[in-house]
């Protein structure tokens, strides 16, 4: 029994060697094969969000062969670091994430996902740049121009801080617009101001929106929608100089000057169109607000105060709602057009 057992033990050894045996000589000849094997071909797909890529494969394969110091293509595979191309590629600005890998033919495939711009931002100080959606800064491209909402009178000099505050806030009304279809037709441009409060130019009509800050920009353009279709579609979208919606559940407007024969028929036939956009968009949306405050248009050498007005009566926005009030005014030098001031409640 106990000779048996022993031939027993010395067989499955000797098995067990047999395959450790295989097993080594396969992976020994794996890795020959490898240290062999060289690179074949090298195939670049570039995903963007927006159909217009922002950079070049050529100048992703210029990059990867300044990383190797040289061409990968007839390089051995055990020779090429993909962790190091992956990060040399990602610290493109232009590219938010990459990956790499060889198939079974030893082709290298790198995959790119671009960066996707939201807004186009000029600075006062004259230089432009795009955002993305985390805030990154991007710089122009001679490839490709981003349809995008376009902001100006950004501030030159502003602090790390201020800078990702006033950023976040024009991400959300980038997003905003980009999203509705009828606002990227209608939305010219968005200004900041010198007190960083943002300032709609409409591509119909002759007017500014005030917005105030970046915050209920959905509630704000919803007031601004129902003013269009229950008032402008009716005065004219030429009638108010400046129309303010930034504060809750009230629009307040301003007077304009009179236009011109041409410029009135001219003018009707852009809003018809506008309009009946708009009825498509928002047959199903219902936006309420509490009163439309109508003013007279405002001159350059009347003071100027900056209190909200603080109105409880409820009138549908039909219906312009007259407010007893001291009228104070006030006049943007940068635009060279008035602009919505709050009075002083009686």
Not at 33 to 50: E, G, L
Not at 152 to 160: F, L, M, Q, R
Not at 172 to 197: H, R, T
Request: glycine share 4%; aromatic share 6%; hydrophobic share 40%.
């Amino acid at each position: 029994m106990d000779t048996k057992k022993t031939i027993r033990k010395v067989l499955f050894a000797g098995i067990w060697l047999v395959i450790g045996g295989g097993l080594l000589t396969l992976l020994v000849a794996a890795i020959g094969k490898k240290n062999k094997d060289i690179c074949k071909d090298i195939d670049i797909s570039v995903r963007a969000n927006t159909g217009r890529s922002f950079i070049q494969k050529s100048d992703l394969l210029q990059l990867m062969n300044a990383t190797t110091h040289g061409k990968i293509t007839g390089r051995s595979l055990s020779k090429v670091d993909l962790h190091l191309l992956e990060a040399s590629l990602e610290k493109n600005v232009w590219i938010e994430n990459a990956q790499l890998y060889f198939d079974n033919k030893n082709v290298l495939h790198v995959a790119v996902d671009e960066r996707d711009p939201i807004a186009r931002v000029f600075s006062t100080d004259n230089r432009s740049f795009y955002v993305d959606n985390f805030l990154k800064k991007l710089p122009l491209s001679d490839l490709a121009i981003a349809k995008v909402p376009v902001f100006t009178g950004y501030p030159e000099k502003i602090s790390k801080q201020k800078d990702s505050a006033l950023l976040s806030q024009v991400r959300d009304i980038a997003e905003f617009i980009l999203n509705n279809s009828f606002w990227m037709s209608q939305v010219a441009q968005i200004n900041i101001n010198d007190g960083q409060k943002f300032e709609m130019i409409p591509v119909v009509g002759n007017h500014i929106v005030e917005l105030g800050d970046g915050s209920d920009i959905e509630a704000k353009f919803g007031r601004l929608m129902t003013f269009y279709k229950e008032v402008l579609s009716k005065t004219g979208f030429n009638k108010y100089a400046t129309i303010d919606v930034q504060f809750a559940r009230q629009v307040v407007a301003v007077k304009g000057k009179p236009m011109t024969k041409v410029d009135s028929v001219q003018l009707r036939k852009n809003v018809e169109k506008l309009m009946q956009k708009a009825q498509q968009m928002h047959s199903d949306t219902i936006f309420t607000t509490d009163a439309v405050i109508e003013r007279p248009l405002m001159t350059k050498d009347e003071p100027e105060d900056t209190k909200p007005v603080s109105n409880t009566k409820k009138e549908k926005i039909t219906k312009l709602v007259p407010v007893k009030t001291t009228l104070k005014s006030g006049y943007d030098e940068k635009l060279k057009k008035p602009r919505a001031v709050m009075p002083e409640k009686d």
